[in-house]
């Protein structure tokens, strides 16, 4: 299984670097942690190559187009690498644009974060989505906590664009987690069993749109803390997967 890796430094790390009268507080100030998740589909052409043009981003902050955080981000199915960067402050508002190969998707979304902090950023919605599917950038702070040797910590983002509005129930065997969660929530965390020492398997009740459950998985390490992402399989919107980003630190 993939671990969250190395993080790449962006912006001022060394005090040669930095200048100004504030670089010594600059450089001592813990950078933030930021792991990015794609999960952006196109509704319009399924899976075809267009989709994944259409859907493949640039995540850029402060306005700095010469160097994005992420380049060419394609969909994201697995935990992903993270970017570590420097504040001005001991909390700051950035603001963060969106683009795709042809045009900036989200504009100008600023987002509070405190300096030695990490977070999950999701991207969710459809390329040229109505109102309720438009593309949405979103924060959601990780939280790093013991857990139990025979557990996972695990909290739910619902980022399915195809069920904009419309609740879920998600249980783990008879265990219901969450009713009625609804696009864009976050649940807290909570520990739980998964069904093997490397397999976190969920059940997904969909009650409007679409009708059913989704029986949906990814791989775990026992006593770890994760992110669990509630979206569609790579560039198709009429389905349910899950993807699991390990906290950082867990």
Known sequence: MKRWGMLAIAGCVALAACGGDDSVDD??????ALYFHNQLVDYRTGGSTDAKEQTTVDLVARGDLANPFFAKRPYSTDEQDGI????DADTESVPFDVYNNTTRLVSDKSFSVDAGRKYTMVL????DGNDATAPLLRLYRQSVKGVSSDKVRIRLIHALSGLSGQPLRVAIGSTTLVDGLIYE???????VAPVSDSLLE???FRYAMWTGVDEVSCSV???KSYDVIITHPAYDSQAVDI???QVHGS
Not at 84 to 87: H, I, K
Not at 124 to 127: A, D, K, T
Not at 185 to 191: F, G, P, R
């Open 124 to 127: 969710m919605g459809q390329v």
């Open 243 to 245: 993807f699991c980003q």
């Open 185 to 191: 929530q976050v649940t807290e965390y909570e520990e």
């Open 84 to 87: 570590a960067f420097r504040l």
């Open 202 to 204: 969920l059940d997904v």
């Open 221 to 223: 390490e026992l006593g």
């Open 27 to 32: 450089a001592l100030r813990s950078p933030v």
